[in-house]
Each structure stands twice: as structure tokens, then as C-alpha cells.
């Protein structure tokens, strides 16, 4: 809170003159009196008045607080910076734009990128331990099924203000370890103006954007619809985006009302990572192909605000979204060796392989989501001269329905996957039969449920001006459930025509699996988990534009439905030594669903904030320290694992910014070192990283990989720094230059950090088992951006926009597995090799038949090169339009 006390003798003195003057010039013969009178000083009582706050920190709205009394380096972009950034989706723009933000893109698709901060995730990818929760306009977007954030569903041209909340905050509820984004819309009252983009240029990108505000004096309509569609870089990565957002405001004398509907329809082909020896060949390859997700959202609130009077307020949210996903992901059929000497009776080495099955080289794995969440919060603030405390409750309950199909199929020379003219294959003795149509086999029909209510509160007292002391908690109860009806996990070559029989659609008896021969295991769960998150900070104003603040927070989550399908068994059960199948192929295979605690996270932050010669900076530090972080963890197949807690984890590092304007210059650095690490000890399996206790001592069996704590986790690097400078040419024309550097990060499967590359010996001119390629990790890089922007007088403005200016290769992401692809079909004696021995791949990249001379490989997510679009945008506030016009009228 700002204190102006102002002594109002010079707002009358003021006054005076002007009306002194104005008397003056209508009775000169009074001029002694009026004189005398301006000597006359008029004492009125002191006048308090309170600045707007800057910074929102509750999903509802209702309580806001300033910068000088923030504990935590709350981070705040407006509609203005995200419109001229002309970033094409939110991790865009946080990557250039944030502290301590970086982006790994492991799909390959602009939409489907991971967002990491402070070494926590926020992701679209089943799998990705997720740490950050979201909100849009108090409505939580994380979807249940997996806490997932599908960043294609997050209009761009609707957000106001976007807000990064560091820490366990206990206003933002479960899954809030690492920190909060916070998204606001715009409505008809703040933004009544008729906007609208259309950009077009590489990569056959077409993105076409439109909003529009009108009010009254108490009704209010605002509305945006964006459409991009491109065909991607890459080979066959098309992208298609349709969002529509309205949003119609009510306001009273004491309050107002607000009904908001997103509907967004996507269709997303991200075809992933790609072994570094295609991607030396040529970048724009893919590995396998399609693998496409189709978004349907249907999102619903009714939110309210009542100001009871000057100091107290009530906020209410009811919100209703439905998510229709359907997806499907090409891969390699990695059984195809398993079904070649059982069905063949080949060596292991034999190269006398049957065609029929070798054409089996792909599988398609279908899945189709269904996902319901509704809920509602209350919430009353109190904003005192002493105390701004919020106090509030929310419920949310999520349903959802997931089925999981898989199918054979082949892979032609560009790796696209095909089905087959015949919907069974067998062996020539009748003993191996293979479905190969759509849709397969069902792998998995599960239903689930989760329920979360929480009571929460938080008070800043200011005991002095300059101290302010921030304090709250969050109580939550959360239950779980899942009914699971999940194939047994024979693979695809152990089918049967008679499995598929009426009487053997039924659940096995779990104890009997050996003699019990029904298709479906069939498993129940239901968890209860409590948790209490307390918060403590304070913020100390030690001089005018000087301020020390610190925070310790605790959060925790509970496992999602699909953690619990998946999660790891430690009973032991008749048959299986960790679970009734053999790990899950994410998204596509489920276990039975044995319990999982929930994470705890205890989070610490200090720092610096402050002004100097008109400049913003901030100097800070945190660590987070989690216990029973829920991890996937491979089981030794591309994608196939489980999930299990894993003792500790843990986020550290320092952070600082400086942002301000100098002349025509517009200046803004950020610079992160972070350092995320495992804290105990584990082993995982991957027999693609060359430090596995196979690869090191093939007689040892089973392919461990050994981590140790202080090991770093994948996909994090330890240096980020962003920098962004504004020219101003002229009042209608300028340009900024922007940069991205990351220092670099290992990749999935190399968790130990010890995997390099090596080269195995040859036999009879073909490759051995443990051949490894690739260093393990991502190399550091940086990405410069060029955009510019011309304004005519007239609301209209030009812009143009080149990425990665210097054409830079590099990665953001990626993991170890095999490569079954060369030039010849095998690596013979003949085959192309570099300098390393390594295969030099043609753009087809033919299947190796012989899994043996499989490559080890290091895959990339290779980042998109240099490419240039252009645009023109129309920016119309119809109310100075029409006042403007109003003026041209009056008479002179």
C-alpha cells in the first residue's frame, strides 16, 4: 500500500488562482479584496489515498498486491507485450521473455512443448513429471487424466495478463511445486477495440486473428477467434488450430458477473525425435510416422465478484470443461526378432527371416480420451490498512474415460505406417497369429475419478510501511479412483483368433494367472490422500527502490489416474516380478494400479529487487527439495516403463533480470543458473546407454543403468539467458533483436549422466549389440530473432518476423534408444560408414531386419531453422474513433 498524505492548502492555492483570476477579469474594482483573500490559508484534514495494485495472486479475483509487498519474484507480462512479441503460443513467449523459463520440444510440433521453470515441467506429454500448475481466469487447465497442460487450447489474443507465481503458493492448490501461471482474459469494458491479424510466409504457415470488445454502461461482449494452420518443416507435420473465446460481462453498482465459453478444435502431427545419424543426413526427416493428437474443448465458467463495501469482497467461480482427445503414434514393432525365432525356429543370428512377418515392422498405438472436470470456489478478501488476507474453499471433481488400442502394420521407405491388406498373419504351422487391422487389439478400458476439496488462506500484514510479512496455508483432501479392464501384456505376436472369443472377454482370476487363461485382468483402486501446505514470507522496503524479500513454502500432488494405471508394483504376485505386465507403453499400455504416495515439495527463495536510473533488476535464489517425486521410469523399450515414487529431488539455483528504457532503446536480460538433480540413489533399465551394466558386462543379465545422487535430470540445462533490445527508428517505425542460449542438458535415458558414445566389435562385417552413438546430451546453443514493425496514423501497422537469424543448428531435446534404420538393409562391409564407423544414412533410411544391428543411438529434437513470415495488423478502438470524430466536427 502506497500513503500519499497530502496537505490540500496547495490544491487550494491552486484552485484560487484560477478562480481569483477568472473573478478578477469579470470585477477589477474588487481586486483588493480578492487579494487579501489569497492570503488566507484554509486548513483541511489530511487526505489518504491508496495506489492500484500491480500484481494478481489468487486465482479469483479480489485481492491484488504491489510489487514492494511480493515475497517471491512474481513475474507479469500484459496483453501489449505478448501482442508485440507476436509469439505464436504461451511457451513461446515465456522462453524468450521469462527468468528461469527454457523449452524442450520433444514432439516437434510448435504447440506440443514442454515449459520448464525452475527445473518443473508443465507439459503435454503423458509422462513428464509435472510440477506447475495453471490457471485461466481461476479455472485450473491441468487436465486430470495425466496433469497435463495442452498448450494448443490457450487462446493467445484473449489473455490480458499472464503472471508466473515462483514456489508452493497455498492459493493455487495441489501440483504447485515449482510455481503458478496464471492467465487472465480480457473482457468488453478493458478492451474495446476491434483487433485483427493475418501473417503468412514459411513453411505454408497461415495465422489468422480477430477480436472484438463493445460495451455499454453496464453490459459488456468481447470475443477472439484465432485459425493457424501450417504444414510444419518437417516431413508430414502438419498443424491445425481453430479457437473461439466470448466472454460477456455484467457490472452493478457493488460487483459484477462474467460468463466465459472456450471451444478450441485442433489436429497436432508432432513426429518426434530423431537418431543424430538421420538428422546429420537430413533434419526435416521424421523417424516414424504419424504420430497426430486431435483436441476437442468444450470450457464453461460463471464467475462473480460482490464488493460488500470498501474493504471486503466475495468471489465465486463455477466452471465446467470437457476435453475429447483421440490420438494415434507410429513406432517401431521392436517384438519382431521374439516373433521370428518362435515362429521360425531361426538362431538368433539367422538372416533367413520370413517376409510375411519381416513387412510387420511398425505398430500403431490408438488411443481416445474423454475427460470431464467441474467445480466451484468461494473466496472473501479483506483489504485493511494492516492485514490483506483472502480466505476460501474449492471443490473439483474429474472423470474420464481412456481406451487403448494397438495394431501392426508396415512402414514404407519414409517411415509412415500403413496397415496391411490382410487383417491376420501366421506361421506356416498355424501357431503365431497377428492382427494387423484397426483397431487392433484392446490393450486397456479405463474408467477413473479424482475429488479434491481444500479450504485455504492468506494474510500480508504490514506491521510498518516498508515490512510486510506474508503467511497462509492450504488444507486439502483428495481421493482417487480407477477401474481398470487391461489386456494381460502378451504382445502382439501371442494372439490367437479364439482369444477374441465371447467367453474369454473376462477378468482372470489374479492368483491364478497361470491356469486362468481370460484375456482381461481386471483391478479396482481407490486412494485417499490429506495434505497441509503452509507458506511464510516477508518483503522489506530497506530503501525507496530497494527491497529484500524471502519465502519458505510447502507443497505436494497426488498422483494422477494415469500414475496410478501405471504405477509400479511391489507386491510381487503370482507371474510377474514387478507387475501383471511388463511396464506400460505410455500412453498406450496400463497395469493394474497399486498405490502411490503423493509428492511433497518444501521450497525456498531469498532475493534482491529494485530501480536504478529508471531501470528494473532482481537478484534471487531458490531450491525446491521434493521427497517421493513420482518419476517414469524405463523399463528397457522405447516409451515402456512404470510409474514410481523416487526417494528425493532437487531444483537450485540463481536468477537475475534487468529491464528498462535508455533514450530510444528498450533494453531487457534475464539470466538463470539452475541445477536440477536426484538426490538418491536408483537403478533404471536402458540398454542404450552405454554405461549399462549389460553393455559393460554382457554376462551381468538384465541392462541396469545406476544413479547416483547429484546426477542431473534430463532435459534441464544449467546456464539460460534471454536478451531483448527495442529501437525506436521513428515514432512509426521499429525493430527488435532477440536472444535464446541454453547451456547444454542430457537427454532421456542417460539419467546416471556417464553415457558416451562407443563403438562395439565387428563380426562378419555386422555390428554387435552394444554399439552406442551420440554423446547422451544436447549441445548448448543460441538463437537470435529479428522482427520489425511499421505504424500508419491510421490504426494499421506492418510487421515482419525472421527466426533464428543465423540459421543456427541445435536441439532442445531428446533420448537414447535404438535406430533400425540404414542405407542397405544391413550393415555389411560395403555399408557407407563416417569417420566414428557410424552408418551414413540415405533420406530413406532403410529397416535393418536383424535387431542385432540395431544402432544405440542418441535421438535429437532438432529445433526449426531460419525462417521468415509477414503480417499486417488492424488495432481500432472504436470509442477514440468516434471521439476523434466528434472533434473534426465541432465548429472552429
Not at 136 to 160: C, H, K, Q, T, Y
Request: proline share 4%; with cysteine; hydrophobic share 35%.
Amino acid at each position: 500500500m502506497i500513503k500519499n498524505k497530502l496537505k490540500s492548502v496547495l490544491f487550494l492555492a491552486a484552485y484560487s488562482c484560477v478562480s481569483t483570476a477568472a473573478e478578477v477579469n469579470e470585477a477589477p474594482a474588487n481586486n483588493n479584496t480578492k487579494a487579501a483573500e489569497l492570503n488566507t490559508t484554509i486548513q483541511l484534514d489530511e487526505i489518504e489515498i491508496k495506489a492500484k495494485r500491480r500484481r494478481i495472486i489468487t486465482p479469483l479475483p479480489g485481492l491484488p498486491i504491489d510489487r514492494e509487498t511480493a515475497t517471491t519474484n512474481i513475474q507479469t507480462a500484459t496483453d501489449k507485450e505478448i501482442s508485440e512479441s507476436k509469439a505464436t503460443n504461451v511457451t513461446e513467449f515465456l522462453n524468450s521473455n521469462m527468468q528461469s523459463v527454457s523449452v524442450t520440444d520433444y514432439t516437434g510440433n510448435p504447440f506440443q512443448q514442454d515449459l520448464n521453470y525452475r527445473g518443473f515441467t508443465a507439459s503435454p506429454q503423458i509422462g513428464t513429471p509435472q510440477g506447475i500448475s495453471v490457471y485461466l481466469d481461476g479455472v485450473r487447465v491441468n487436465e486430470p487424466f495425466a496433469e497435463v497442460v495442452n498448450w494448443d487450447l490457450i487462446p493467445m489474443n484473449a489473455i490480458s495478463t499472464l503472471n508466473i507465481i515462483p514456489g508452493s503458493n497455498p492459493m493455487f492448490g495441489q501440483n504447485t511445486l515449482g510455481g503458478a501461471l496464471a492467465i487472465t482474459t480480457k473482457d468488453g469494458f478493458s478492451d474495446h477495440f476491434l483487433r485483427a491479424q493475418q501473417l503468412v510466409g514459411d513453411w505454408g504457415r497461415k495465422q489468422t486473428q480477430f477480436s472484438n470488445g463493445i460495451h455499454g454502461d453496464r453490459v459488456a461482449l468481447f470475443t477472439a477467434y484465432t485459425h493457424f494452420n501450417e504444414d510444419g518443416w518437417r516431413v508430414n507435420s502438419p498443424s491445425n488450430v481453430r479457437q473461439l473465446f466470448n466472454k460477456a460481462t455484467v457490472r452493478f453498482d457493488a460487483g459484477q458477473i462474467n460468463l466465459t465459453a472456450l471451444n478450441v478444435d485442433t489436429a497436432l502431427i508432432g513426429n518426434g525425435v530423431l537418431p543424430i545419424e538421420m538428422a546429420e543426413v537430413d533434419r526435416k526427416q521424421v523417424f516414424t510416422s504419424p504420430d497426430e493428437a486431435k483436441n476437442g474443448l468444450e470450457h464453461y465458467s460463471l464467475s462473480g465478484t460482490w464488493y460488500v463495501n470498501d474493504r471486503v469482497s466475495l468471489s465465486a467461480l463455477t466452471y465446467r470443461r470437457g476435453l475429447n482427445q483421440n490420438a494415434v503414434g507410429a513406432d517401431i514393432y521392436q517384438g519382431l526378432r521374439r516373433l521370428q525365432v518362435l515362429s521360425s525356429g531361426l538362431d538368433a543370428n539367422s538372416d533367413g527371416l520370413d517376409d510375411r512377418f519381416i513387412s510387420l515392422n511398425g505398430i500403431l498405438n490408438q488411443s481416445s480420451l474423454k475427460s470431464n472436470a467441474d467445480g466451484f470456489s468461494l473466496q472473501m478478501t479483506y483489504e485493511g490498512d494492516k492485514h490483506q488476507i483472502a480466505i476460501g474453499a474449492g471443490l473439483d471433481e474429474n472423470k474420464i474415460d481412456f481406451l487403448q488400442s494397438q495394431s501392426l502394420g508396415a512402414l514404407d521407405a519414409n517411415h509412415v505406417f500403413h496397415f496391411t491388406n490382410d487383417p491376420w498373419f501366421a506361421d506356416q504351422d498355424n501357431q503365431f497369429y497377428i492382427q494387423t487391422s484397426a483397431p487392433g487389439i484392446i490393450r486397456n478400458d479405463l474408467t477413473g475419478s479424482s475429488r479434491s476439496k481444500a479450504i485455504f488462506f492468506t494474510d500480508t500484514w504490514s506491521p510498518t510501511d516498508t515490512l510486510h510479512i506474508t503467511f497462509g496455508s492450504r488444507l486439502s483432501w483428495s481421493n482417487v479412483k480407477n477401474e481398470l479392464r487391461s489386456d494381460r501384456g502378451n504382445d502382439m505376436y501371442n494372439f490367437r483368433p479364439q482369444f477374441f472369443l465371447p467367453q474369454f472377454q473376462a477378468c482372470a482370476d489374479i492368483k491364478r494367472l497361470a491356469t486362468d487363461f481370460n484375456r482381461f485382468i481386471c483391478t479396482t483402486g481407490d486412494y485417499d490422500y490429506r495434505s497441509f501446505n503452509p507458506s511464510l514470507g516477508a518483503a522489506w522496503e530497506a530503501k525507496e527502490n530497494l527491497t529484500v524479500y524471502g519465502n519458505v513454502s510447502r507443497g505436494s500432488r497426488v498422483p494422477s489416474v494415469i500414475e496410478l494405471g501405471c504405477a509400479k508394483d511391489h507386491t510381487g504376485l503370482e507371474g510377474t516380478s514387478d507387475n501383471f505386465q511388463f511396464g506400460c507403453t505410455i500412453p498406450t499400455s496400463l497395469t493394474a494400479d497399486p498405490y502411490l504416495k503423493q509428492v511433497r515439495s518444501t521450497g525456498y527463495e531469498s532475493g534482491l529487487r529494485g530501480t536504478v536510473a529508471g531501470f528494473d533488476w532482481n537478484v534471487g535464489a531458490f531450491r525446491t527439495d521434493l521427497t517421493d517425486d513420482i518419476l517414469f521410469i524405463p523399463l528397457g523399450q522405447k516409451n515402456r516403463g512404470v510409474f514410481d515414487n523416487f526417494g528425493k529431488t532437487r531444483r537450485e539455483g540463481l536468477e537475475m533480470g534487468l529491464k528498462g528504457v535508455w533514450g530510444k532503446s528498450t533494453f531487457g536480460l534475464n539470466y538463470t543458473w539452475m541445477k536440477a538433480t536426484f538426490q538418491s540413489s536408483s537403478q533404471l533399465i536402458n540398454d542404450a546407454n552405454s554405461s549399462n551394466s549389460a553393455g559393460t558386462c554382457p554376462t551381468c543379465g538384465q541392462a541396469y543403468v545406476y544413479v547416483s545422487p547429484g546426477d542431473q535430470l534430463p532435459g534441464m540445462p544449467n546456464h539460460i539467458v534471454q536478451a531483448n533490445w527495442n529501437y525506436l527508428v521513428t515514432p512509426e517505425f521499429d525493430f527488435t533483436l532477440s536472444m535464446v542460449a541454453h547451456s547444454f542438458s542430457y537427454v532421456r535415458g542417460n539419467e546416471n549422466n556417464d553415457h558416451v558414445p562407443r563403438a562395439g566389435a565387428r563380426v562378419n562385417g555386422t555390428r554387435d549389440l552394444y554399439d552406442y552413438t551420440g554423446e547422451g546430451k544436447i549441445s548448448g546453443y543460441a538463437v537470435f530473432n529479428l522482427r520489425a514493425n511499421y505504424r500508419f496514423n491510421n490504426g494499421v501497422s506492418l510487421f515482419a518476423r525472421l527466426d533464428n537469424l543465423f540459421n543456427k543448428e541445435y536441439a532442445t531435446a531428446g533420448n537414447l534408444g535404438r535406430n533400425p534404420f540404414s542405407p542397405q538393409g544391413a550393415f555389411q562391409v560395403s555399408a557407407p560408414l563416417d569417420s566414428g564407423g557410424n552408418p551414413v544414412l540415405d533420406s530413406n533410411g532403410n529397416f535393418v531386419r536383424l535387431d542385432n544391428n540395431w544402432v544405440n543411438s542418441t535421438f535429437i529434437s532438432p529445433g526449426a531453422p531460419r525462417a521468415a513470415w509477414v503480417g499486417i495488423n488492424f488495432d481500432w478502438g472504436w470509442d477514440k474513433v468516434k471521439k476523434s470524430q466528434s472533434l473534426k466536427d465541432q465548429p472552429d
